[in-house]
């Protein structure tokens, strides 16, 4: 049971227009999720988080949305760079308290921005 | 450099044998996470500690994996009888474990690479 998916494997954009990345999830009780920016051969790279009470967090070129009624949130990278060619994971947690805020990612967007 | 290391980046073993393998969290993190991650997957968790407390397995985690974390700094994670299933890149990640929060971010190293022949 895939709690969160990413439907597109791959995703093929031109340089300096808008890069839109999908996640779905499945279980209501995550409250925190994640985006990370991974390099074959290397460990993913923290981009951006958002936590349940928000719908929006912005940090430079990067904005995620979550929309919590339809269990959906999105990256949104604006203008896109070709360094921002990469694979792009989604993740969720679950609530504090003593839960072990384990990750719990998709299987990835492969992001190729053309020149 | 204060971020998440791991030690060795690579390693290579025969089937059968045992491997360790390092890492280093970021200072001050008193939460460590393990994770593996396949080729067209995203990482699967496998364990966590808080300080020296090892809190949660994954049933992924079997009887041949162990995981320490002695006075709550770096860890090791031990595969004994290395089987060909095994070959993946083990992550692993830190973060504050400051008390009262939820959701953290988790930073994460550049992996352990484990091929077994």
């Known amino acids: 049971d895939q709690q969160v998916k990413q439907n597109s494997p791959s995703l093929s954009v031109q340089e300096g227009r808008i890069s839109i990345l999908n996640c779905d999830y499945t279980n209501s009780m995550f409250d925190y999720f994640l985006w990370y920016k991974k390099y074959p051969a290397e460990g993913p790279t923290f981009l951006i988080s958002i936590s349940s009470i928000k719908d929006k967090n912005e940090d430079g070129r990067f904005t995620v949305f979550l929309n919590k009624s339809a269990k959906h949130l999105s990256l949104h990278i604006v203008p896109s760079q070709p360094g921002d060619s990469a694979v792009y994971f989604c993740a969720a947690s679950g609530a504090g308290g003593g839960a072990t805020n384990k990750l719990i990612f998709g299987t990835g967007t492969l992001l190729a921005v053309q020149p | 450099d204060t971020g998440v290391s791991q030690n060795p980046r690579h390693k290579i073993t025969k089937r059968g044998q045992n491997v360790t393998f390092r890492c280093d969290p970021i200072?001050?993190?008193?939460?460590l996470y393990w994770y593996r991650q396949t080729l067209g997957q995203g990482p699967e968790f496998l364990t966590y500690f808080q300080n020296e407390a090892q809190l949660e397995k994954s049933r992924l985690l079997s009887d041949r994996f162990s995981a320490e974390r002695p006075k709550g700094s770096f860890s090791t994670l031990e595969i004994q009888r290395t089987e060909q299933g095994d070959s993946a890149m083990y992550l692993c990640?830190?973060?504050?474990?400051?008390?009262?929060?939820?959701?953290?971010?988790?930073?994460f190293g550049p992996g352990t690479r484990l091929l077994v022949l």
């Open positions: 200072s001050e993190h008193n939460r």
């Open positions: 990640a830190s973060s504050p474990g400051l008390a009262g929060t939820g959701g953290e971010t988790q930073y």
